[in-house]
């Protein structure tokens, strides 16, 4: 899991540098979800809603395909990260969609 925050956030200050910030509505980057037993079966694509502030960044990504091969009833991992500080929620719904909610101490800088 660690894998994938660290490339989500490494795509959102290069996106940042290259695309640039869309004024206060942030910027969208595109990203992945590996496989996660029970949750995710597959590797699935993700679009993320970056929004800088000075006290927390937030990233909001949604999954542009749906999971095959979705859990029963709605299933959330919750995990925490030192390096930038932070914490991210995984939610698989039983429709097929996959959430990430992630939400990180301070900018993600250029």
Known sequence: MRK???SLFLG??????AVGIAGAGGFKIPGFIDPIPGIVNTTLPLVCQVHEGTVQTEVDCTATEPNPN???DTKTIKYNFNSPKGSCTIKAYPNGGVVE?????GELEA
């Open 70 to 72: 979705p859990p029963k």
């Open 101 to 105: 909610i992630c939400r990180v101490k």
């Open 4 to 6: 994938l925050v660290f």
């Open 12 to 17: 959102a200050v290069l996106a940042g540098s």
